[in-house]
């Protein structure tokens, strides 16, 4: 399982460990991910993803999962991601 957030995109990053002595030494910076389930109101059901703490706090911001995905980029999406996408516009647009 990757450690990629599947709405946004953020992945590990990298830097130094800096010691008292400023020796330097390479390291990862992972993002802080987290399992949930969100609900979709165009569709009436729930979505199990792998998102980031600040994804989650963007998602809320924007009213909901349906919301955030109507503005999302396809380029930062996962796959299941941008399937629920199309399933959510193809639902808003029959409603």
Same mark, same amino acid.
């Given at each position: 399982?990757?450690?990629?957030?599947?709405?946004?995109?953020?992945?590990?990053?990298?830097?130094?460990?800096? #010691?008292?002595?400023?020796?330097?030494?390479?390291?990862? =910076? %992972?993002?802080?991910?987290? !399992? /949930?389930? $969100?609900?979709?109101e *165009?569709?009436?059901?729930?979505?199990?993803?792998r998102?980031?703490?600040?994804?989650?706090? #963007?998602?809320?911001?924007?009213?909901?999962?349906?919301? =955030? %995905?109507?503005?999302a980029? !396809? /380029?930062? $999406?996962?796959?299941? *991601?941008?399937?629920?996408?199309?399933?959510?516009?193809?639902?808003?647009?029959?409603?």
């Open positions: 399982m990757s450690r990629v957030c599947e709405l946004t995109g953020k992945g590990p990053m990298t830097g130094n460990n800096v #010691s008292h002595a400023k020796n330097r030494t390479r390291r990862r =910076f %992972l993002p802080n991910l987290n !399992d /949930v389930t $969100l609900q979709s *165009a569709l009436d059901r729930g979505f199990k993803l998102i980031s703490a600040a994804a989650l706090r #963007s998602v809320d911001h924007r009213g909901g999962l349906d919301a =955030f %995905l109507a503005k980029k !396809d /380029v930062e $999406l996962s796959a299941n *991601a941008l399937k629920i996408k199309k399933d959510v516009a193809k639902a808003l647009a029959t409603a």
